[in-house]
């Protein structure tokens, strides 16, 4: 394989990506905020700031609609300009669609 799959994300050792009572305007929910502690150091020469590098290098991101829409649909840019693809069966008006028959 040319183009390895990678993920990139921050997750409790508990198996959580946030905290409880996750809502808009609280969107990490109630302490979720210290999963991303390590961000604090993104500018660094050493592990943090080698994922941070490595996350914006990615070529895409796929998302879950929760996530999309409690992100405030990262304002149509995740990072950079690289294309956003959520997993979903509802569609809001306006959102831009294109289908699994359609990627080349």
């Given at each position: 394989?040319?183009?390895?799959?990678?993920?990139?994300?921050?997750?409790?050792?508990?198996?959580?990506?946030?905290g409880?009572?996750?809502?808009?305007?609280q969107?990490?929910?109630?302490?979720?905020?210290?999963?991303?502690?390590w961000?604090?150091?993104?500018?660094?020469?050493?592990?943090?700031?080698?994922?941070?590098?490595?996350?914006?290098?990615?070529?895409?991101?796929?998302?879950?609609?929760?996530?999309?829409?409690?992100?405030?649909r990262?304002?149509?840019?995740?990072h950079?300009?690289?294309?956003?693809?959520?997993?979903?069966?509802?569609?809001?008006?306006?959102?831009?669609?294109?289908?699994?028959?359609?990627?080349?």
């Amino acid at each position: 394989m040319d183009d390895p799959i990678r993920l990139y994300m921050s997750m409790s050792l508990d198996g959580y990506v946030a905290g409880p009572d996750d809502q808009p305007g609280q969107e990490l929910g109630r302490g979720g905020g210290r999963l991303f502690n390590w961000l604090d150091d993104r500018k660094s020469d050493g592990p943090s700031g080698q994922v941070y590098r490595e996350a914006l290098a990615t070529g895409a991101v796929i998302s879950g609609r929760r996530t999309f829409e409690l992100a405030g649909r990262w304002q149509g840019d995740h990072h950079d300009g690289v294309p956003i693809f959520v997993l979903t069966h509802e569609v809001d008006d306006g959102d831009r669609v294109r289908r699994p028959e359609e990627a080349a």
